[in-house]
């Protein structure tokens, strides 16, 4: 029965593409109140970073997230893979290694069978396993539309901790994984996307971002953060506004999904992708053309972005061609000193120096 169920046709939106809006999240967690003081809450709600991370004794701190969404594809078990592995990226991102997950499922019990949840949660176990920690409990509601994640704990020692608001001028930036996949995932939802497409789409989106964990310790790593719903281009703009630095983004190194440049010439992609690209817009020059598609896409379980100083970046890629990631030793961009017209601005190939 399962088989014949698309989970993508029970939701507004899919995957990280269904994060609240920028300017409407900004207003939510930037109320003027007056907070308590928790002297070892080392990253909290003052910052846009990816977790929130205590410091627990002799150094050692605790890494704290939770990331729940809307289907991104149809197969229940790997909707489970994806909303798992995209989860524990947070974690990554903040260079600590994931200790333990609980879940968090909203279902529809009156519109789908009970063995749909099932399938999600043993696609999640799945990832967990191969992240080496427990699924270890979670809670469940009946809601209209279908909805799951993970709260991840992890820790990671203080001095190898890395934030998305320490990059500094002169950093080279490199990125993980392909853009594309908010482009992909909006044409498997309109019945479009090839198999193969589909199968390489899945492949980026379980990828686990373990290679956070790994550079962590390096000399020279200056800021991590992941790339999710706002796109490349609205975490970048995180990045340089938090470290108070500009960027020069070489857009031919950008490296895309097979498939999503064909969808996005034939205007196939979120719909908030242009909420993305109305937010930033104004804070990047040097967009001419469809690549804002590209730039704003909402990817969902993406890649890492990697501020690395220039004179450590030959270790850097050593250690990233070790781990299998050979084709991301081309930096994407460069950070320099604080622009007072632009955080952001688009370089062809022919005008690119690093």
């Keep these: 029965m399962s088989e014949a169920i698309r989970l993508t046709q029970f939701s507004k939106g899919s995957g990280c593409g269904c994060k609240i809006a920028p300017a409407v999240l900004e207003s939510i967690l930037h109320q003027k109140s007056v907070k308590p003081s928790f002297p070892n809450l080392l990253v909290g709600n003052e910052s846009n970073d990816d977790a929130a991370i205590m410091e627990l004794q002799n150094g050692l701190c605790l890494i704290s997230t939770v990331d729940f969404f809307t289907p991104v594809v149809d197969d229940p078990f790997d909707f489970g893979r994806i909303a798992a592995a995209n989860s524990i990226s947070d974690v990554y991102a903040m260079g600590g290694s994931p200790l333990m997950a609980v879940a968090i499922l909203g279902f529809p019990v009156d519109k789908l069978p009970a063995e749909i949840a099932a399938k999600i949660l043993q696609g999640a176990r799945a990832v967990c396993e191969v992240a080496g920690i427990p699924l270890a409990g979670g809670h469940s509601i009946d809601s209209p539309e279908p909805i799951f994640g993970l709260s991840v704990n992890g820790t990671i020692r203080k001095e190898h901790l890395k934030r998305n608001n320490t990059a500094q001028p002169g950093d080279l930036l490199f990125l993980t994984k392909p853009l594309g996949i908010g482009i992909l995932a909006a044409a498997a939802k309109r019945s479009l996307i090839q198999p193969e497409e589909l199968k390489q789409l899945i492949d980026v989106m379980t990828q686990l971002n373990t290679i956070g964990a790994t550079v962590s310790s390096l000399p020279g790593v200056s800021a991590i953060t992941d790339i999710t719903g706002f ?36 205007f196939v992609f979120p719909d908030n992708t242009y909420r993305n690209w109305n937010a930033y817009e104004k804070k990047v020059i040097g967009v001419n053309g469809p690549e804002f598609i590209t730039l704003c896409d909402p990817q969902t379980s993406g890649g890492l972005l990697i501020a690395v100083e220039e004179r450590e970046v030959a270790t850097f890629t050593a250690v990233l061609a070790t781990q299998g990631l050979q084709e991301y030793c081309e930096p994407i961009g460069r950070l320099f000193e604080q622009q007072q017209d632009y955080s952001v601005k688009i370089m062809s190939e022919k005008n690119t120096t690093a």
């Design 231 to 266: 796109g490349l281009l609205g975490h970048l703009i995180e990045m340089c506004e938090g470290s108070g630095v500009s960027a020069e983004l070489f857009l031919n190194r950008l490296s895309i999904i097979p498939g999503a440049e064909k969808y996005r010439d034939q």
